[in-house]
């Protein structure tokens, strides 16, 4: 087994990631370890993850662990956090909060109702968590880079991936697609493993959901498909009620994927697990009053795909279905 020589690590580039976990059986084969990259230009209105959005730490308020102590009003050195008349809990005016970058707030905190969201991280620190890991994730596991978009990070990315592919680890990446071509094409090579999510075929639609058009993320994906890339590619798709989840929506990206020579789909339904996350941002959760899809539409979804000749797998059955 190989590590990376402690001279890379020395030398590595930084990364900005809001999240690390390990254990997961979800996002690719095996037991393996996710990092999260901060920052994505997409804003879909259902996303989980809020705090991954921008690529910058952030403030996470969690009313539930609060003490009312009030210890973080004289701790903020630009007057973001105030009191309002009648609560005994305190205001926080988000626009200086996401200017800031001091968050002694948050250190002053014993109940730690207030927590940041993000760090940045040299490549080299990141090898060794995974060098680490490695020992339990067995013979198909790995790293998963996600986010946020991993691309959104281009240089460190790509350094991760030499650095995995080097040490014989297991790689794979979560994609909106939303990558400079250059940069997309050269981290290829590196990667074992792509889940491409798709938000909608669509361009005004996707702009709609998501705040950007798609003609890059298709471009991407068609120059990926008609490219000699080894590796496994599984379209993910979340099935979002009155966004994406039409008859002739759905038969068109069938359609879409067949022509591109594409046999595997990963379809999951719009969850709200996230929906705390935007109540401890001061953010409004647009998808809140959406509801989840039920297990009969998902399976009716399925059979659309299905029926289309693709390999429809629901939630995380693909993991123990795909080889490597």
Request: proline share 5%.
């Amino acid at each position: 087994m190989l590590l990376v020589p402690e001279k890379s690590l020395k030398e590595s580039e930084s990364v900005h990631i809001f999240d690390i976990q390990g254990f997961s059986l979800h996002d690719g084969p095996g037991c393996r370890t996710l990092v999260f990259f901060s920052g994505c230009p997409l804003r879909c209105f259902w996303c989980s993850n809020p705090e991954g959005q921008r690529l910058h730490r952030r403030l996470l308020y969690r009313i539930s662990r609060c003490r009312s102590c009030l210890a973080c009003m004289s701790a903020c050195p630009f007057e973001a956090i105030g009191k309002l008349e009648g609560s005994p809990y305190p205001h926080f005016d988000r626009s200086r909060c996401e200017a800031c970058d001091d968050f002694s707030c948050a250190d002053v905190c014993l109940g730690e109702a207030l927590v940041v969201s993000g760090r940045m991280m040299g490549v080299g620190e990141i090898m060794k968590i995974l060098n680490r890991d490695r020992f339990y994730w067995g013979s198909r596991g790995g790293v998963t880079f996600g986010g946020g978009e991993p691309f959104g990070q281009p240089s460190p990315l790509l350094q991760l991936l030499t650095a995995c592919r080097d040490t014989y680890i297991h790689t794979a990446v979560e994609t909106s697609g939303a990558a400079r071509p250059a940069d997309f094409s050269a981290a290829l090579p590196f990667i074992d493993w792509l889940f491409f999510d798709i938000k909608h075929l669509e361009s005004k639609a996707h702009r709609k959901g998501t705040g950007l058009g798609n003609e890059l993320i298709q471009e991407n994906l068609k120059a990926l498909c008609q490219s000699t890339w080894p590796g496994r590619l599984l379209i993910r798709f979340t099935v979002v009620p009155g966004f994406n989840d039409d008859w002739d929506h759905l038969v068109k990206l069938a359609l879409f994927l067949c022509n591109l020579g594409i046999t595997d789909i990963e379809i999951q339904p719009l969850h709200h697990l996230g929906a705390s996350k935007y109540t401890q941002l001061g953010q409004t959760d647009a998808a809140s009053a959406l509801l989840v899809p039920s297990p009969a539409r998902m399976l009716e979804i399925a059979g659309i795909f299905r029926a289309h000749s693709l390999n429809c797998f629901e939630g995380g059955e693909a993991m123990g279905s795909l080889s490597l």
